[in-house]
């Protein structure tokens, strides 16, 4: 088993920043592909960012691409999700996930409670 814990959401003004974090306990974290999903109010979960295991590349949803940065520490157990130029748009709860195959192919194994995003305008 693999337990998550999202911290970092909370409230911004349009155009801000925020860093999420997730930090990881359990199996050996390294082992597991991590990433980022969010769910926005009324609207169906979605893809954010994921990163490979080992330095693997990481890759975006095309809405967050080039705002929104992925990176991990496997020494902290941490996963972390940079988030820039924030819009309205970004407003979600989101969450923390690690999985045993790539998120292109497969869903995760392990999920998170999820961190409360709010951007203002």
């Known amino acids: 088993q693999v337990q998550l814990v999202e911290s970092g959401g909370g409230f911004v003004q349009v155009g801000g920043s925020l860093r999420l974090s997730c930090v990881a306990s359990?199996?050996?974290?390294?082992?597991?592909?991590m990433g980022w999903f969010r769910r926005a109010p009324g609207k169906e979960r979605e893809f954010v960012s994921a990163i490979a295991t080992r330095g693997g590349a990481p890759y975006y949803a095309e809405v967050v691409e080039g705002r929104f940065t992925i990176s991990r520490d496997d020494a902290k157990s941490t996963v972390y999700l940079q988030m820039y130029s924030l819009k309205p748009e970004d407003t979600a709860v989101y969450y923390c996930?690690?999985?045993?195959?790539?998120?292109?192919?497969?869903?995760?194994?392990?999920w998170g409670q999820g961190t409360q995003v709010n951007v203002s305008s």
């Open positions: 996930a690690a999985g045993e195959r790539s998120f292109r192919v497969a869903l995760p194994n392990y």
């Open positions: 359990g199996r050996t974290v390294s082992k597991y592909y």
